[in-house]
């Protein structure tokens, strides 16, 4: 498989691009991250969404942890090419490490972040840490 088409990317100078994940069928937005050369050519060629973790400082396999993962349906490139929308199936319906379906569950109402979506599964019966 040619990897000329990551070439058309326009990667951050540390080697990222910013991701918007999106749930195919509602077009609601379930995350935002960042993934560099290696996690969008795994992501494209595996149809399941990997990242590159910032924090932790390597690829991150959706659901690796949870059994949440993202079944990629498209991916879109923007105009400007610098940033990704990849269209995917929400596995188990929880996207957000809080144990909600998104991540974006804060609201701004009168200079004060609300949160207007329900926990679906408590976070700590999902990961397992030792």
Known sequence: MS?????????????????IAQEVGTNKVLMFAWMNREALRLTAETQQAVYWS???????HKGEESGHVQ???EIRLDCDEDVIL???EQVGGIACHTGRHNCFFQKLEQEHWIVDQAVIKNPEDIYHHE
């Open 3 to 19: 990897m000329q088409w990551l070439e058309h990317v326009k990667w951050t100078e540390d080697g990222l691009v910013p991701v």
């Open 54 to 60: 910032r924090s932790r400082g390597r690829l991150w």
């Open 71 to 73: 079944k990629v349906h």
């Open 86 to 88: 990849i269209q995917v």
